[in-house]
């Protein structure tokens, strides 16, 4: 039977490629940090900074990018979009008030309090992140890997994004760009906040959904190297005002194409296919349950969760829908008839396992937490001291335009992120490493 309208637009509102195309367009805009080397000279000569001065401001900046536990705090708290909010208010007031400085418009304050502007404006990021990441991987749970790799590329792509719109902008105040960072995070996810939520993405699996990821990827090559290619042929031939508008405005229709991803599988996929959103009947619904909260043998079918992962032989979820799910109910009858008579014992979890939600306390106790925390600690410093830096680096070699150079390390960090998603999916789902 054909579905009306209102059936096609609520199943679009509530689609989660929808909620996965808003947050990455809000990941976009969330690697204002990215722009730190650009912005850092207007900084120094308004302010009469030397570099040590201006390496603090720097610290401050990656202090603010990384102290994220806030954000998550508040994530469990408020709803995502409430998170969001603060956020946008942080990173308007911390950039906006440092803009005010530079211009003249507010009196200028001691260093310390400089630090403190750019650590709330950059803490911002945070919230941007923290909510994009929590509505993907609990809409997506079973292809984590390449949504947290695209979200996090789009994050580092957003410095090249900005740059492309200055450029455009085309204004002789090299000020105005603070005034940019301020802004136009606020711009974009004010009116995408309250599509970033869970909406059940278990229940919404189709076997489409490979083709929607492999165009998700496709866009985010191509996103990429258009990027690389303007900035190359604006660096090195003189264009007009008119080219640079046509190069930006091409540069958003690219960033819209996935919008027809969630407008395809709500208008067309489901009203040919209803077999093919059949839920995962193992996951169970888990959206009112706390992070880290486990099922029991009093709870009906879900008693076996762990048990039916432990013994689904891994090519089950290669299967069409209707064979995966008889396959896996035919395996959790076998097991619920086993436990009933004794001859399985069920396990007590005490506490999530791999993959799973965790609490904060919870997490401090697992090796792979602290793993992780370590790896990013020592791993990241390098690179954010030449992010910090790259506007005097670039200016040292005699290039007064420091945009290129920041907009090839975002396209850089941009394609490693994606590509870190996808192969590490690849690696966990068909050699099963990490296994539990």
Not at 2 to 19: D, G, H, M, Q, Y
Not at 145 to 174: C, E, N, W
Not at 340 to 360: I, N, Q, S, W, Y
Request: net charge neutral; aromatic share 10%.
């Amino acid at each position: 039977m054909a579905r009306t309208t209102r059936e096609r637009v609520k199943s679009f509102i509530n689609n989660r490629w929808l909620v996965f195309v808003a947050a990455m367009w809000i990941q976009s805009c969330a690697g204002i940090g990215y722009l730190f080397g650009s912005i850092s000279p207007v900084i120094k000569s308004s302010l009469n900074y030397n570099q040590k001065q201006l390496s603090r401001l720097g610290v401050a900046k990656d202090l603010g990018d990384s102290v994220g536990f806030l954000a998550g705090t508040l994530s469990e708290i408020l709803p995502l979009w409430a998170a969001l909010l603060v956020g946008s208010v942080q990173n308007l007031v911390g950039y906006g008030w440092v803009w005010l400085i530079v211009t003249g418009r507010a009196p200028i304050l001691p260093l310390w309090a400089m630090c403190i502007l750019i650590f709330v404006g950059n803490n911002g990021e945070t919230y941007f992140n923290t909510a994009a990441l929590v509505s993907g991987v609990q809409n997506f749970p079973k292809s984590r890997g390449p949504v947290v790799g695209i979200l996090k590329g789009f994050a580092g792509l957003g410095g090249a994004i900005l740059s492309q719109v200055y450029t455009m902008i085309h204004s002789s105040d090299r000020a105005s760009l603070i005034f940019m960072v301020a802004v136009a995070p606020s711009v974009v996810v004010v009116p995408l906040m309250f599509f970033i939520r869970p909406v059940g993405g278990h229940r919404q699996i189709r076997s489409s959904d490979a083709t929607s990821f492999t165009v998700i990827y496709a866009v985010c090559i191509l996103l990429a190297a258009y990027l690389m290619a303007v900035m190359l042929v604006e660096d090195f031939i003189d264009l007009s005002h008119s080219i640079i508008i046509a190069f930006t405005v091409v540069l958003f229709a690219i960033l819209l194409v996935p919008i027809f991803i969630p407008i395809a599988t709500s208008c067309f996929t489901a009203s040919t296919d209803p077999c093919d959103t059949l839920e995962e009947p193992l996951l169970g619904d888990q959206q009112g349950q706390d992070p880290g909260q486990s099922t029991t043998p009093d709870h009906g079918p879900e008693l076996i969760f762990s048990e039916v992962e432990d013994e689904k032989p891994k090519e089950v979820d290669l299967l069409p829908a209707v064979e995966r799910h008889k396959r896996i109910a035919q395996l959790q009858a076998k097991l619920m008839q086993a436990a009933a008579e004794g001859a399985v014992r069920v396990k007590r979890r005490r506490g999530p396992h791999r993959g799973e939600d965790f609490t904060l306390t919870q997490a401090l106790v697992k090796a792979d937490f602290w793993l992780i925390f370590f790896s990013l600690l020592l791993g990241s410093g390098s690179g954010l001291t030449v992010i910090d830096n790259l506007g005097q680096m670039s200016q040292s070699l005699g290039y007064d335009n420091t945009h290129v150079f920041v907009s090839m390390i975002s396209i850089w960090n941009f394609l490693g992120r994606i590509g870190g998603g996808y192969f590490s999916e690849l690696i966990v789902r068909y050699d099963t490493v990490p296994e539990e």
